[in-house]
């Protein structure tokens, strides 16, 4: 096989057929393919961040708390508020947004990884440019997860981490909790990890896979800021786990890995959330609209509990309809499921200018 890797430089063996992670970076008037609130914050809030980097300012000769101490209290305080759970700072880790807490999970503990695809294209690159074998197993013709299939999956794999995402990106469907209940046995029987990546949670009504954790100790939920919070450049993720686990986070994670201004803009955004939570809502109300919007061009839309949706029934190709809406000042994703597209529900003005260019090709 052919390389675009010179011979000279001696590249892992494992990267030299990856390809990065990213979605195009086109200017657009209507950016709506990276699944971001489409919601500044609003000027109080960046009011109070500012305020609170500004305290940091005097003191950036010395290392933030390397442990994020205060943080992962708030972060605490904030799931058990949303899920009624009693966790505490022990539950938590934090860093440098959720594909860090992913790629210090994947090399932290061994064994193969699994998941089931379509999903979230990082859990392969992450745990393949680590050096595991990835195990791809399909979902169901709805995307759903094939309970039967996954289970059969992790007795004959024995992968040593299994991810979900839930709920799903790019489908935006949801895993119930009682099927991830019984994924999470199952993988407690070949000693494997569930990794539950929750980045859409506060857009569904789904009980989330936290409140399980003291059930099943091999049960790690991802989260992130970037999406409800609307907080995609501060970049903060964390996880939510047994004790243990947030232990063996601390062996693999780099010294002083969360900047003191970082953890300053997470607290006070974590301070005044109930200002975030408004912008949830107007996302979720503008996700009916526009499933109804597309389902009125006579376009199948997948049913979706998070901030995107994915739709089909259109005569192009997906890479030719993409193009057209390009030409029209609108950018949305190309996930690579033939015959789909995914947008991501941006402003009132920017899902009608989705909708009016989509109108006028089709």
């Known amino acids: 096989m052919n390389s675009r890797w010179p011979t000279w430089l001696q590249i892992n063996d494992n990267l030299k057929d990856l390809t990065p992670y ?6 657009a008037a209507a950016r709506l393919n990276t699944n971001e609130n489409p919601y500044s914050l609003d000027q109080e809030l960046q009011n109070a961040i500012a305020r609170k980097i500004t305290e940091q300012l005097a003191h950036l000769n010395r290392y933030p708390d390397r442990d994020a101490i205060e943080l992962r209290e708030m972060l605490a305080n904030f799931v058990n508020q949303s899920s009624g759970t009693t966790l505490t700072v022990e539950n938590i880790w934090a860093a440098n947004g959720s594909n860090e807490i992913l790629q210090s999970i994947a090399l932290a503990f061994k ?3 699994l998941g089931f695809e379509p999903s979230y294209s990082m859990h392969p690159l992450i745990s393949r440019a680590v050096g595991k074998r990835w195990i791809s197993v399909p979902r169901s013709s709805d995307f759903a997860i094939d309970l039967s299939a996954a289970k059969t999956a992790i007795h004959s794999q024995k992968p040593g981490i299994v991810f979900v995402t839930t709920p799903n990106n790019p489908t935006g469907g949801t895993t119930q909790l009682d099927v991830l209940k019984e994924i999470a046995a199952t993988a407690q029987g070949v000693s494997a990890l569930l990794v539950v990546d929750e980045a859409y949670a506060e857009f569904s009504s789904e009980i989330s896979a936290v409140t399980v954790i003291n059930q099943f100790p091999n049960v790690i939920v991802s989260r992130t800021m970037s999406k409800a919070f609307a907080f995609a450049g501060a970049r903060l993720g ?7 686990i947030v232990d063996a986070m601390l062996l693999i994670r780099l010294p002083y890995h969360l900047s003191d201004l970082t953890q300053a803009a997470a607290r006070a955004a974590l301070s005044q959330q109930a200002r975030l939570k408004v912008d949830v809502e107007r996302i979720k109300e503008s996700r009916e609209l526009m499933t109804k919007a597309l389902e009125s061009l ?3 839309v997948i049913p979706s509990t998070a901030n995107f949706l994915l739709f089909t029934g259109f005569k192009q190709s997906s890479e030719e309809l993409w193009q057209e809406l390009v030409k029209r000042d609108v950018l949305i994703r190309d996930v690579g499921i033939s ?3 995914r947008v991501t529900v941006g402003t009132d003005e920017e899902n009608q200018a989705f909708i009016s260019a989509l109108r006028s090709i089709l």
């Open 22 to 27: 990213g979605a195009p970076q086109i200017s």
């Open 111 to 113: 064994g193969d990884a």
């Open 238 to 244: 964390y996880l939510v786990a047994n004790p243990i």
């Open 298 to 300: 006579g376009l199948g």
């Open 339 to 341: 015959g789909h597209l």
